[in-house]
């Protein structure tokens, strides 16, 4: 596992479309701005109201955009999505597996401990390489700190910070 650059972090938040949609509303008053801000919040609710393993994908998502954007073609960067309860999330420690993209059923599970609810996602293939399977164990409303590192032009899921 890599240790990401310093000042190359980020922290997955859901809030942000909301500040943009209520910023476009003042900005445009009337029918067109309420629209304008009804699209924004349509397209941020599944971060907002996605199962766990959904919010994984979209930071994942997130940093793999942002780190896409660096004009050096090796950086690297730690994603941190906050653990949630509601709505469907873990109430106590959960499980979360990134599945290598060669595994016969790849992509993203997270499991609520102990024998709780499954949530899993193929959603983040679209964004990162998962070149092996990882696994990490949470306490419960501790966040996920996932490391992810640019080569060339593809971002790859490296590893999981330690808490």
Request: hydrophobic share 40%.
């Amino acid at each position: 596992m890599t240790a990401a650059a310093p000042g190359r972090f980020i922290q997955f938040t859901q809030a942000t479309p909301r500040r943009v949609a209520w910023s476009m509303i003042f900005r445009h008053r009337g029918l067109t701005g309420a629209l304008l801000a009804s699209l924004v919040l349509v397209a941020g609710c599944q971060g907002l109201t996605g199962d766990s393993a959904e919010r994984v994908a979209f930071g994942l998502r997130e940093g793999a955009s942002r780190l896409g954007q660096s004009r050096s073609a090796t950086d690297s960067m730690t994603v941190r999505i906050p653990a949630r309860t509601w709505p469907n999330g873990c109430p106590g420690a959960y499980r979360i597996q990134l599945r290598a993209d060669s595994a016969k059923v790849s992509g993203i599970v997270v499991s609520c401990l102990p024998k709780g609810r499954q949530y899993a996602t193929q959603y983040a293939k679209r964004f990162v390489h998962t070149l092996v399977t990882l696994e990490a164990e949470r306490k419960s409303g501790e966040p996920v700190d996932i490391v992810l590192r640019k080569q060339g032009n593809d971002v790859e899921v490296s590893g999981f910070e330690q808490p």
